[in-house]
């Protein structure tokens, strides 16, 4: 093991974790710092402002997330069982392991865990990710992982990804990653406009732009859905099928998208049919004119209303006796 990350040394890069990687985990507290900040802004705020503003904040930070988290994720699409199998090329020793599929917009991972991990005097525990960005070659990866000697496990799952698998399932992943994630990043745009619109007090407008957010994160889904139309060829382990299925990354998706589909409609019918109330959970009133407001304080307009000028005698030249 190296002395410094505790990788193997025979690989020269990380490994990209199949759950939850570095990317998302940085995403996820940059918001969480940005939500922190604003709480302890929120404390000098009196009133029912308090809660009306916490909540938009909270909205708002939830649904930027999570639109940029996903871009990162590898759970879109993913797959596991537990399967006996060989583990290595040219013995017909087979091992008990737990095998894994994680699709997100960027490539697949691969994992294979030994149950118990440890078996054959070795540990057993990958995490493979083969890429099909651009400037990424997935069969260039897949031909450096043939000459690391990978597990047989993980070479025959990437080769139903390779571009010349009979599956012919790659270009179908590729193309409609790109334009999911191209869409995700148009979400994003139409969710930080948004977001200043309503700064600006422009509720209405702000409303159109969440439900544009909403509908891009939608066409986002359908993109990616089109994966469903192609079927997987069939991964076989003796008597194991491994089945894939929508994974977390989508299903959290659709239920944001759907939040701020409500939200643009719920602003939108504030607008038309209950705008006092739409003024008090946006805080649109202005309350700027706080000097009017000392000067109304301070003098008694009720008695200046009910003053009645004085009969003052006054002589022919108009001077006061």
């Given at each position: ?7 193997y ?5 990380a ?9 998302e985990i940085v995403?996820?507290?940059?918001f969480?710092?940005?939500l922190?900040?604003?709480l ?11 809660f ?15 639109i940029?988290a996903?871009?990162?994720?590898n ?11 060989t ?7 087979n091992v008990n ?9 960027s490539g ?5 865990k030994g149950?118990p991990e440890?078996?054959?005097n070795?540990t057993?525990n ?7 960005t651009?400037?990424?070659s997935f069969?260039d ?10 597990p ?6 990437a080769?139903k990804?390779?571009?010349n ?7 179908q ?14 979400a ?8 200043i ?10 409303a159109y732009?969440i ?11 359908i993109?990616f859905g089109?994966t469903?139309?192609t079927?997987?060829?069939?991964i076989?382990?003796n008597?194991v ?10 299903w ?5 998208a ?17 705008p006092q109330?739409l003024s008090k959970?946006?805080v649109?009133t ?11 304080d301070?003098?008694n ?6 003053e ?11 001077n006061?006796?």
């Open positions: 093991m190296t002395f410094y990350d505790g990788l040394p025979f690989y020269p890069t490994r990209t974790p199949a759950g939850f990687n570095t990317i995403v996820i507290i940059i969480l710092v940005f922190v900040s604003f302890i802004i929120l404390i000098g705020i009196r009133g029912a402002e308090r009306h503003w916490l909540a938009r904040i909270t909205l708002s930070l939830f649904i930027g997330v999570v940029v996903v871009n990162f994720s759970n879109w699409e993913r797959a596991s069982a537990t399967v006996n199998t583990y290595k090329s040219f013995s017909s020793v392991a737990e095998v894994g599929i994680h699709v997100g917009f697949v991972n691969v994992t294979l149950v440890i078996q054959q070795e057993i990958y995490n493979e990710e083969f890429l099909w651009s400037g990424n069969a990866a897949y031909r450096d992982g043939l000459e690391r000697g990978l047989d496990p993980i070479l025959y799952i080769e990804f390779t571009p698998s009979p599956c012919g399932v790659f270009s992943y590729k193309v409609s990653s790109h334009y999911a994630s191209a869409t995700m990043w148009v994003l745009a139409a969710w930080m406009l948004a977001n619109l309503l700064w600006l007090k422009v509720p209405l407008s702000g732009m439900l544009v957010t909403g509908a891009f994160m939608i066409f986002s889904l993109s089109t469903r139309k079927e997987l060829c069939a076989q382990f008597d099928t491994l089945r894939s299925s929508l994974g977390p990354s989508f959290l998706t659709l239920a944001t759907l939040l701020s589909l409500i939200i643009g409609i719920t602003i939108m019918a504030l607008s038309v049919w209950a109330i959970v946006l649109l202005d309350n700027t004119n706080d000097e009017d407001t000392d000067i109304e301070y003098y307009v009720h008695y200046r209303e009910n009645k000028p004085t009969d003052v005698p006054m002589n022919t030249l108009g006061v006796v």
